[in-house]
């Protein structure tokens, strides 16, 4: 089941829309669930992170569409994101939030189905594994290749990934019972969980990632993690 969201202010458009993609998933074969939102507010507010491709129109009276997707990067950098306009100038700025593409209004079928099997046959199949938290700033999806590491905060765990720093509100020990048990994840201190990916060198008891920050190695942790290491680095040669 592909879940897909419609974000437009103009009902009958995106009835229209929904119209064009129950036909094109009749004639694909492909099973989509619809999520229908008439503001940007609407869907931030309701936003699911399990959705696979969003169709935004950009200009909304509430909360238009560039604001939105802006909000929805912060949230999920995995979503496809596909905006909806008749304002050709609008068109570039839509890239800045890693859009797939835009449709011109009035969207004409044809057009929509090709634009549909070129999105298909670059991700169909690419459902890479993530995992979902809540905390104050609202819902992120991570996916796992893009944590970049784990830290000790209080009695939480500050996560890292794509310029973020994120609370989720667990501790370290559950968190590393989530990540160290998936392939690429290491823990070189009792407060820190690493993505080995992002390892650039070790020197001591210091470790250097590829963005410059610098981790501790505990001297107990220092032998299993240095293994891990080795290992993966020996996989990747």
């Not at 800045?96 to 593409?101: F, M, R, T």
């Not at 079928?109 to 459902?127: A, I, N, P, T």
């Not at 009792?190 to 080995?196: G, M």
């Amino acid at each position: 089941m592909f879940k897909i969201a419609i974000c437009d202010d103009e009902a009958a458009f995106a009835d229209e829309l929904k119209g064009h993609l129950e036909k094109y998933a009749v004639e694909t074969g492909r099973e989509f669930c619809f999520f229908v939102y008439h503001d940007g507010r609407e869907l931030l507010d309701q936003y699911n992170s399990e959705y696979d491709l969003i169709f935004m129109d950009i200009k909304m009276e509430q909360l238009n569409g560039l604001k939105t997707a802006e909000e929805i990067r912060k949230m999920d950098s995995t979503v496809g994101l596909i905006f909806l306009t008749s304002l050709k100038q609008y068109v570039w700025k839509g890239y800045e939030y890693s859009a797939v593409n835009y449709l011109l209004k009035p969207i004409k079928y044809g057009v929509l189905k090709m634009e549909l099997d070129r999105y298909f046959s670059c991700y169909q199949g690419k459902d890479e594994p993530y995992f979902v938290f809540s905390n104050q700033n609202g819902r992120h999806k991570v996916l796992y290749k893009n944590l970049e590491y784990a830290e000790t905060d209080k009695r939480n765990v500050m996560l890292h990934f794509e310029g973020q720093a994120q609370v989720i509100y667990k501790g370290i020990k559950e968190m590393s019972a989530l990540l160290c048990s998936r392939q690429g994840f290491a823990q070189p201190h009792q407060s820190f969980i690493v993505n080995l990916s992002y390892v650039k060198s070790v020197k001591g008891l210091d470790l250097f990632l590829t963005a410059g920050e610098c981790i501790p190695i505990s001297q107990p942790k220092r032998k299993s993690f240095m293994m891990k290491l080795t290992d993966y680095w020996g996989d990747l040669l």
